[in-house]
């Protein structure tokens, strides 16, 4: 069994910066790559970033690219996803998830309760 906590979510005013950290419980975590999604009201869930079992070679969505930047350190189980220069259009609830560190939600075997982000114009 495996478990991912996010932490670090909530209100920021447009321009600002937010890190958000994922915790997780399942074994051999750097054997997986790392991503975060976010979802919100009434879309799906959409793709942030991942990164790969090294911390290397970290992707992003063309939405957050030059603006979100995603890091993980294996000794602590933990992958951050740092977000400066926050849009109102970033507000969403945030998720990390393990997996093969694909663009695609169906690729993921484990995912956080998720984290709300709110950016204030």
């Known amino acids: 069994q495996a478990q991912l906590v996010e932490s670090g979510g909530g209100l920021v005013q447009a321009g600002g910066s937010l890190r958000l950290s994922c915790v997780a419980s399942?074994?051999?975590?750097?054997?997986?790559?790392m991503g975060w999604f976010r979802q919100a009201p009434g879309k799906d869930r959409e793709f942030v970033g991942a990164?790969?079992?090294?911390?290397?070679?970290?992707y992003y969505a063309d939405s957050v690219k030059g603006r979100f930047t995603i890091s993980r350190d294996n000794a602590k189980n933990t992958v951050y996803l740092q977000m400066n220069s926050l849009k109102p259009e970033d507000t969403a609830v945030y998720y990390c998830?393990?997996?093969?560190?694909?663009?695609?939600?169906?690729?993921?075997?484990?995912w956080g309760q998720g984290t709300q982000v709110t950016v204030s114009s």
């Open positions: 990164v790969r079992w090294s911390g290397s070679f970290g």
């Open positions: 399942v074994r051999t975590f750097s054997s997986y790559a």
């Open positions: 998830a393990a997996g093969d560190g694909s663009s695609s939600v169906y690729r993921y075997a484990y």
